[in-house]
């Protein structure tokens, strides 16, 4: 057999495993379903019949269910969208035991709905606390992932609790006292500051005024036994488990093509994304405008044109 016939063959056995794959999960079933994992039931539905990779999408919190993220569920006219509650969150199980409540376990649940799924390789979007699963999934299993979105990224939480220092510096003093003296005395659930916190979320989580019903829905299916445990009474106040999370000094080793999002507004300071940018080897970074920490809500048409034009441009690398 000659050299060029053998490079001909294996071209096009090469090309016969991509169509099988790319077959496979084309066949993904639209609908809703529940999983069992160690813990308990998630919930996950399947929406879109694209034949472009599909993506799936990883809520923040930890225990802010995924009502929020639908407004990129509009990625389905060309691909397959996965989104899910993760354990004690929304409609999936709600869970008590806190040797569930780690990065690893959520990272062993992900990729439990990926085999449940079929799913080869896919795009992973991340928000918030689901950057850290996302980065955290990305790192174990490689060989799975597309793409890498991250979307108000929390990849340092000291760095992350510096800056939400500074936009508490920008609350009224009233705020900023019954914030402290409040978290002093540990009386978080006091109405004044809950008062104080609300009106913190209304700068930096969603400018939405009212909030939309994804939120309403959100805030309605929390799980806050998750949060509190693993994060803290707010988002401004991580005393959780983790408080210490870093994962700066790993970023480099991240090697499917990777986009950073964030509000102008955000929690998630534009410069400090920036520089968490500088760490992934050709990460893009977009910023988007007049929105706080839940992009998607606040600006969800410019939010879906950057993460469209991105998973588009990787697809079309690939």
Not at 91 to 97: A, G, M, P, Q, V
Request: glycine share 8%; net charge negative.
């Amino acid at each position: 057999m000659t050299i060029r016939r053998r490079t001909a063959i294996a071209t096009l056995w090469s090309l016969a495993l991509v169509t099988a794959c790319a077959d496979r999960q084309s066949r993904l079933t639209p609908g809703e379903g529940s999983l069992p994992v160690p813990g308990g039931q998630i919930w996950y539905r399947v929406t879109g019949t694209g034949s472009a990779t599909p993506v799936v999408l990883l809520h923040g919190g930890p225990g802010a269910p995924s009502y929020y993220l639908n407004p990129l569920v509009a990625l389905r006219d060309e691909r397959p969208v996965i989104i899910y509650d993760q354990l004690g969150a929304g409609r999936s199980d709600r869970i008590t035991d806190t040797t569930r409540m780690t990065i690893a376990s959520y990272v062993a649940e992900l990729d439990s709905l990926r085999r449940a799924l079929g799913l080869e390789r896919f795009h992973v979007l991340g928000h918030s606390w689901g950057t850290i699963l996302g980065v955290e999934y990305a790192l174990a299993h490689p060989e799975q992932v597309t793409s890498l979105i991250l979307a108000s990224p929390a990849l340092s939480i000291p760095r992350w609790l510096a800056d939400a220092d500074s936009l508490l510096g920008t609350l009224p003093d009233t705020l900023q006292r019954a914030i402290a003296r409040h978290e002093a005395a540990g009386t978080f659930d006091s109405p004044e500051y809950q008062g104080a916190v609300v009106a913190f979320y209304r700068l930096y989580l969603s400018r939405l005024d009212p909030w939309s019903p994804d939120i309403d829905s959100t805030f309605a299916e929390f799980g806050p036994a998750v949060y509190e445990y693993m994060w803290g009474p707010s988002e401004f106040t991580g005393v959780g488990t983790l408080k210490d999370y870093d994962v700066t000094s790993s970023l480099g080793r991240l090697r499917a093509p990777t986009l950073l999002t964030t509000g102008e507004y955000d929690e998630a300071l534009p410069a400090t994304v920036r520089y968490y940018a500088s760490l992934i080897p050709g990460a893009e970074v977009a910023i988007i405008p007049g929105a706080a920490h839940l992009t998607m809500q606040d600006n969800p048409a410019e939010n879906l044109r950057v993460v469209r034009a991105f998973l588009r441009s990787v697809d079309q690398r690939r």
